[in-house]
């Protein structure tokens, strides 16, 4: 099994989508944080001058740009997960990863060495966790450079809580992962990488979740929400103070890892490995 995920994480070394990827990400959280300081900034004059015009007293401590959007550093860095850019970087890293074995012999030659394939998709699943690793590392340096340099009250911000940040990094973690296992097992059932690709990307744009909710209303369903049951909608929906759906946003993570799992394996037998 070492060398397998040693071969693997040799192939994601070699890959240029991977570098193009973390690139992109970086550059756009950086102008990201650059926009959302400038707007922030805007806020903080402008709430600034009302008080001087005012004459109302702050205490030395209180800065009034807390209350504009966030209130501690903490906060303010997730911020860079509540979109849907990570999540998509991990759907488009997963499909074309998992889809370059289609392209040529070396799933043939790999399983026939490994003796079975349920390895080689652990050991896929395992450089999708560590790529997933590597993506939410970079956007938390990125947004506290971008937001260090760029947004002067950000230093004088409360840290906030460690271990709330702790417990979202590591749900976010765990649902990025559920995604990746989804999207591995799209890309084995559709057979064809740029249109499973494609469709993770319409599946996490948020399209599929407003037809169903629709769907849902049609049917007396009210209130209904499908983001609460599947890994992507938690995703998107997850905040570092409202802590209260972390643990049905573990368990359907969970559920749908080993449902997606089991069928990828089941269907990567049961087929003929393409030459």
């Keep these: 099994m070492s060398k397998i995920i040693k071969m693997e994480w040799f192939r994601f070394k070699k890959s240029k ?16 944080t650059v926009l959302d300081s400038s707007q922030k900034n805007g806020v903080s004059d402008n709430v600034r001058q009302e008080n ?11 800065d009034e740009t807390y209350t504009a959007d966030y209130t501690e550093k903490y906060e303010m860095l997730v911020s860079a997960f509540s979109g849907n ?5 991990i759907l488009i890293f997963s ?10 012999r070396f799933e043939k ?6 003796g079975g394939e349920q390895k080689l998709i652990i050991s896929n699943l395992i450089i999708c966790s560590i790529f997933s690793l590597i993506v939410i590392f970079i956007t938390l340096i990125v947004s506290f450079i971008g937001y260090f340099l760029f947004y002067p009250d950000f230093t004088s911000m409360p840290t906030g809580n460690p271990i709330e940040l ?10 990025l992962n559920s995604v990746a296992v989804i999207m591995s097992c799209f890309v084995q059932i559709i057979g064809n ?12 744009s948020g399209i599929v979740y407003g037809i169903i909710d629709f769907i849902g209303q049609i049917l007396g369903l009210k209130n209904f929400s499908i983001k609460k049951y599947v890994p992507l909608g938690n995703l998107y929906n997850l905040s570092i103070h409202n ?3 972390y643990i049905s946003a573990f368990f359907s993570a969970l559920i749908f890892s080993i449902i997606f799992f089991a069928i990828h394996v089941k269907i990567k037998e049961k087929q003929d490995i393409k030459c």
């Design 17 to 32: 989508y991977v570098y193009i990827i973390i690139i992109a990400l970086s550059m756009l959280f950086l102008f990201g």
């Design 52 to 62: 001087k015009n005012s004459f109302e007293l702050y205490s030395e401590n209180y």
């Design 85 to 89: 850019i990570v999540p998509m970087s």
């Design 95 to 104: 499909g074309l990863f998992a889809g370059a074995y289609q392209k040529s």
């Design 109 to 114: 030659n790999i399983v026939g060495l490994i």
């Design 166 to 175: 702790i417990r979202y990094l590591m749900l976010y973690y765990i649902l």
């Design 193 to 204: 990488q740029i249109a499973a690709i494609i469709i993770g990307l319409i599946y996490g």
């Design 243 to 245: 802590q209260s759906t």
